[in-house]
């Protein structure tokens, strides 16, 4: 057995060990960006109600019944929740990042969700004075109801219905994602111009230049958050460009896609990454476009400036993966997402399905670099022992790292020894730690299916919310 090079995991964990003390890691891990979620829920419901509050404030309009004013307020917290929604993106880690990107686009999903109900009852509460009920004629002398501004409302309406219910079927549309993505994006800058003309033309209160200056705040921020993501963030993709290194199968269909940076071109060292983090991966052609796609990233930031992937196929663009060529340009937007590890060694637990290895791969490779000695149970479900994606390197950093690998399989072959079927709450409570369980860090990652279902059974386990990471 030969002596451990220094600086290498052996020399670390040797030291270490010798001197009694918790190992050092040589490159620290930078904090967490973004709001708190109760901080980021209080931040929206104040911006939300903003207008309302300016509106009451701004000057009596005629007497009013309680109908009207519940429309205008429907109506304005609508388009203050739409204008906000664009900051929902999940790429804006100064807002969002502690939420995660999965929990953000769900919060964009059920915002629209809000919205739409909210704009289409908007115009049948304000009231006919013949009838004193509510009911849409045009004839409250405080709204200045004319041909624009009907047809800017019936616009808005039918565009966000459109947008809403092709987002819902989105799967089923005859058109690639990337398409979708882009009429998505034209969509919503028309909406908001289309409700901002018919907010302007029919309510008295947005008359008030306090109410006009506020929509227009959020209007060129929305307008500027479209800008970033679709301009800027690609320009700066395009002056720090990668190419594809390697594609490597690790799984029956599984791929692990390994990207450097290409010579003579950019600064590389500002993507700097945190285990388990994501980015946005576009792959040949140029950065400028909607055909972008979330991958975490699988390898370690000691592997820096490389960087992989492990990919599962499963639509259009990933079922091309195996396909892709060494030399393939590649542009990264990132990085982002909070699946990150904690720096103290707490014991840890990872729960993942299929390709949700991916983050989990980074994390245990960043452990294995810096001699990082905590316990770790790892619980990994797939569809068959075949579709298990890197098992020779996971069964090897189980010799090399305090890991405990518990492999779950669908539909084993007569060979499979292993535990079968899916993660339940029985399966977790039979391979979970016994002692100090509720005091691990738990990171789940696997779908929206799997992730909420684990979450509902570890909370049942007794495991406290805090201490659970869902997706990335």
Known sequence: MTDPTPDSPESLRTAAD????????????????????????????????????????????APRSWWDDAAS????AAFAALLLAFALSGRYERITGRLGVDWTLRLHRWLAYAILPATALHPFLYTDPDSGGPWFAGADPTLPVGLLSLVTGMGAYILLAAMVITALDRDT?????????????VGALMLAGLIALHAFTASGYSAHPAVAA??????????????????VRPWRQWRAPYVVETVDKVGADTWELRLRPRAGRGTHSA???RPGQFVWLKLGGGPFGADDHPFSIATAPEDAPTIGFTIREKGDFT???????????????????????DEAEVPTVYIAGGVGIGPVLGHLRTFRA????????????SASPAEIAERAELDALAGELNLTIHYVVRAPDAAWRGRTGRITRDLLDATLPVQGRADCRYFVCGGETLEAAVYRDLRALGIPARRIVVGS
């Open 73 to 76: 307020g429907l109506g304005i």
């Open 173 to 185: 549309l005859p058109v690639r994602y990337e398409t979708w993505r882009r009429l998505h994006a």
């Open 214 to 231: 506020f929509w227009g705040v959020l209007l060129v921020a929305a307008a500027a958050s479209l800008i970033g993501v679709h301009v």
């Open 18 to 61: 010798a001197a009694g003390r918790p190992r050092t890691r040589r490159r620290p891990w930078a904090a967490q960006h973004g709001l708190r979620p109760a901080m980021l829920a209080l931040a929206f419901l104040a911006l939300a109600a903003a207008p309302l509050a300016l509106s009451a404030l701004a000057y009596p309009l």
């Open 319 to 341: 079922k091309a993966i195996g396909r892709c060529r060494p030399g393939t340009p590649a542009y990264l937007d990132g990085p982002h997402g909070h699946f990150v590890p």
């Open 271 to 273: 993507l700097t990454f």
């Open 370 to 381: 810096e001699g990082d000695n905590r316990p770790i149970t790892l619980i990994y479900a």
